[in-house]
């Protein structure tokens, strides 16, 4: 069983973006988000064969999008 | 391209290894909302990993959903940094025109009591329209064709 981490620095990712990217992926692998003071990191096991190459990536592209999606939304 | 190897573009550091470029940007002269703007360009591209390098750096990290060759690499490093500029940009000049941008959007708003040009326009053509309309195509056909107002047509009278 091969598990894979994202680290999402607080400072620089939105929780609520952390979560939804989460939510989306939920089906496609076993989640677990950790935190500490600085990090929120995302442990992801038992990913589907057909994205297990790239979900750690695809997760943190989605974290992004919706964070700056995010930023924008309030700044507006 | 195996080894990781540093390279350095006028004041514009960056690290290149196997399908990936890694940069140290500094806060002080490219905002975060830059850094936001440039690197979320790249999505449809690559898988772009954000993380605090130290106090006011932010360190980037590209990797290429494809296959890249070294110099294709340079080229995405290039334009991040191109890209990094124009933000700059546009959130100066989206800062130092927000209070025009405010006036308008007040003016806007609290001179609603007036009409609009358009709305003044088409009140002028509709004016104008229904003073000389001699056929009077205003009027609704139902109102000028009802048989209780018109007179029997022809063939209704050969009846």
């Known amino acids: 069983m091969s598990e894979q981490q994202v680290r999402f620095h607080r400072s620089l990712y939105a929780t609520e973006a952390i979560d939804e990217a989460v939510r989306a992926f939920a089906d496609l692998a076993t989640l677990k988000v950790l935190s500490n003071a600085e990090d929120v990191i995302v442990v992801i096991e038992h990913a589907h064969e057909s994205v297990r190459d790239v979900i750690a990536d695809e997760l943190a592209n989605f974290a992004l999008s919706e964070t700056v999606a995010r930023t924008r939304e309030a700044r507006s | ?159």
């Open chain 2, 1 to 159: 391209m195996s080894e990781a190897s540093a390279a350095e573009m006028a004041d514009f550091e960056y690290e290149l290894s196997e399908r990936q470029i890694r940069f140290v940007i500094d806060e002080r002269i490219y905002p975060r909302d830059a850094i936001y703007g440039a690197t979320y360009i790249f999505v449809d591209r690559c898988y772009v990993l954000l993380d605090r390098a130290a106090d006011e750096k932010v360190s980037v990290r590209l990797r290429t959903k494809a296959a890249a060759s070294e110099a294709e690499l340079e080229a995405l490093a290039g334009e991040l940094a191109n890209e990094l500029l124009n933000q700059v940009l546009r959130l100066r000049v989206g800062e130092s025109t927000s209070r025009i941008r405010e006036y308008y959007m007040a003016r806007a708003f609290f001179a609603s009591d007036q009409k609009s040009t358009i709305d003044q326009l088409l009140a002028e053509l509709d004016a104008e329209e229904m003073a000389e309309a001699p056929l009077e195509v205003a009027v609704p056909w139902e109102k000028k064709a009802s048989p209780s107002e018109t007179e029997a047509t022809p063939a209704e009278k050969t009846q």
